[in-house]
Structures are given as C-alpha cells and as structure tokens.
C-alpha cells in the first residue's frame, strides 16, 4: 500500500497522503473515546459475556462497570444523573481516557452492597432483574439490571441481553396493574370476552407520559416509556413459559395504558412489520395465558430503575357484578374517556 502511495504520485505526495490517513485514524480513535450520553434512558450495552457485571462506585459519584463481551473487556464509566430530574448519564467508555473523570484501573469502589430484593433497595419484583446493587455514602442508590427487552411480540421468547445501569434516591417508579374482563370477546360476542388490563406509571405522584412518538410506538422525546407486558404459557404455538405479548406507550395525561388480550387484525403490510410466525400468532391468537399469570416491565424514567409488576387476570366465569366494580376501579385510576375505556357490562 506505501509503496502504491509513494510510486503514484511522488515521496512528497504520499507523505502527505499518510499524514493526512494518520490524522484522520487518529481523530476518529479520539471520538470513540470522548464522553456520550447514554441512549434509551439507562441502557449502556448488550450480550455480556456469562451475564457478568462488576459494579463499583467511587467518593465523586463516577460509577464503573466491568464485564466482557465477546473477547473484550469492557470498562464504562458513568456519572452526572439521579432519579428522573436529569435524562442521561455522561458515559465514558474508554473507562477514563476520553474524559479524565477517573481511572478505571485505580477507582476505589466507596459503595456498600445492597441486597436487591431487600426493602432498602426497594425495587420490589424488578430485584430478579438485578445483579448488583449498593449504597453510595450520599445515601444514594445504583443497580446494574439485565433484561431482555426486545423481544418479538406475540409469542416471541428471545432477545438480547441488555445492560441497564440506574442511580436513584428514595423510590423507583410505580407501575400497578390489574386485570379484569374485557367488553366483548371472538366476534363481538356478549357472553364471551377476553382477558384485559389497565394500569398507571408514574414516579414521585408524576405521570410518565409520551410527548412524540414514531408510527410503530417508539418514544421519541427520551421521556415516554413502552411498558411491555409477557404472558406465562400463553396460547401462542410453542411459546411455554414466559411470552411477549405487546409493548405499548403510557398516555397523555395521567401516564395510563390498557390493552385487551385478543387476536389482532394486522395487514402484512403493518408499519410493525411482523414477520411469520408472529403474523399468524396475532391474527390467530389472544396471548392469554394457561396460568392466569402476567407481567408488565418497564424502563423507570431518567436514570431509575427498572420496574417489573406481576398480576393475577380475572377468573372465569364471567362475573358482571365483580366486572362492573373493576370497571369503577379503571375509572377511578385512569379517567373516563381516553384512549382507555373502562369496561363497563352490557346492560
């Protein structure tokens, strides 16, 4: 290649050539290692190696991630962001070069080892989502949390392992669910009727809320979240155990979601852009569970953590009294009118 440089145009010429190349090779090594926000609210990486991560903190409040992906060890470090009041951590992923916040070679780990399912933590069901967790002397927590997140819904099982790092005070956010009986069931039936649900997220009393969105649901403004909620052995072909069965938006304004249970009507030329088998699944298939067993997880706002809510749906036979009373319930949480209806009988 040097020799190619140098024979086409001349010692001077390709001198300035690779100068230019070094520069360029340079710059770009320079980049990689400079400090980013964190995307997608906590998420800093993917497919860690064995699920390992080693979570320290040191006395100024810079927290480092260890672990390995593929071959390579991976030494993040992270820092500027607590509860929801600010968006992004700043991240460092050269583990100190980029940014001279520390070195991740030196960093004196200051933060006391919480156990995650205690009541101190805090993080109620999410603690099985959680390998590590501890208290910094400020009196402030921090999680790494491993999920998989995007999984194919209606029936899919597998996803990647994503890496969520959180930093909070007192509490997480609140993500309570119920579960009743929908208004109709197949083909608009009175006397049949899918499972349904409806719930609220919010965090300290405030609503999270979507302020813009693409087509396909995908928050855009770094504040609204997609709650995802699994079926467990669900009636989706070869889904046993636990299943994706959507993931959706808390609305405008009270941070309120519903969703029925029921075979969907999708072209195939959806802007989900759902590929078989899941096609057949949603057109075919409710997703309701063998188990009467449901979950719903989410992305806590800012840099909280991740929340996780399990529910019992609503036992058959059908009850109108018992549905009626669950309808009052949505409507006391939610509102009437909306994009959430309470399900009220037919009279």
């Known amino acids: 290649m040097i020799a190619e440089i140098f024979g086409s145009c001349g010692y001077a010429c390709g001198a300035r050539i690779l100068r230019l190349t070094l520069l360029i090779t340079l710059a770009a090594v320079a980049l990689s290692a400079l400090p980013a926000t964190a995307g997608a609210a906590t998420l800093i990486d993917r497919n860690p190696l064995r699920g390992e991560v080693t979570l320290k903190v040191d006395e100024n409040g810079t927290a480092l991630l260890l672990y390995r992906k593929g071959a390579l060890q991976k030494h993040v470090l992270a820092w500027g962001a607590v509860d929801a009041s600010s968006l992004k951590f700043s991240l460092d992923f050269s583990g100190g070069w980029g940014s001279h916040r520390a070195n991740w070679r030196k960093l004196k780990n200051v933060c006391t080892s919480l156990?995650?399912?205690?009541?101190?933590?805090?993080?109620?069901?999410?603690?099985?989502l959680t390998i590590a967790a501890c208290t910094a002397p400020d009196g402030t927590k921090w999680a790494v949390q491993l999920w998989r997140r995007m999984i194919p819904n209606y029936g899919g099982t597998h996803g990647k392992v994503e890496i969520f790092l959180s930093h909070w005070t007192t509490t997480t956010a609140d993500l309570p669910v119920l579960g009743d009986w929908s208004l109709n069931g197949p083909d608009a039936s009175p006397s049949l009727h899918y499972q349904h649900m409806f719930g609220r997220f919010s965090f300290q009393?405030?609503?999270?809320?979507?302020?813009?969105?693409?087509?396909?649901?995908?928050?855009?403004?770094?504040?609204?979240?997609?709650?995802?909620?699994?079926?467990?052995?669900?009636n989706y072909p070869s889904s046993s155990g636990w299943a994706r069965v959507n993931g959706f938006l808390a609305q405008r304004p009270n941070g309120g979601f519903c969703y029925v249970?029921?075979?969907?009507?999708?072209?195939?030329?959806?802007?989900?852009?759902?590929?078989?088998?899941?096609?057949?699944?949603?057109?075919?298939?409710?997703?309701?569970?063998?188990d009467n067993a449901y979950r719903a997880t989410a992305s806590g706002p800012g840099v909280t953590p991740v929340v996780r809510t399990y529910w019992t749906g609503a036992v058959a036979p059908y009850d109108a009294v018992w549905q009626q009373t669950m309808a009052e319930q949505q409507a006391t949480l939610l509102g009437e009118g909306g994009?959430?209806?309470?399900q009220y009988p037919r009279q």
């Open 205 to 234: 009393g405030v609503p999270v809320v979507v302020g813009k969105a693409d087509p396909r649901g995908k928050p855009l403004d770094g504040i609204g979240r997609n709650i995802y909620v699994d079926s467990l052995n669900s």
């Open 339 to 342: 994009s959430c209806e309470p």
């Open 115 to 128: 156990d995650p399912a205690s009541a101190e933590a805090g993080l109620g069901s999410a603690a099985e």
């Open 261 to 290: 249970f029921s075979a969907r009507v999708i072209p195939d030329n959806s802007v989900h852009q759902i590929q078989q088998p899941w096609l057949n699944n949603a057109r075919n298939h409710s997703g309701e569970s063998a």
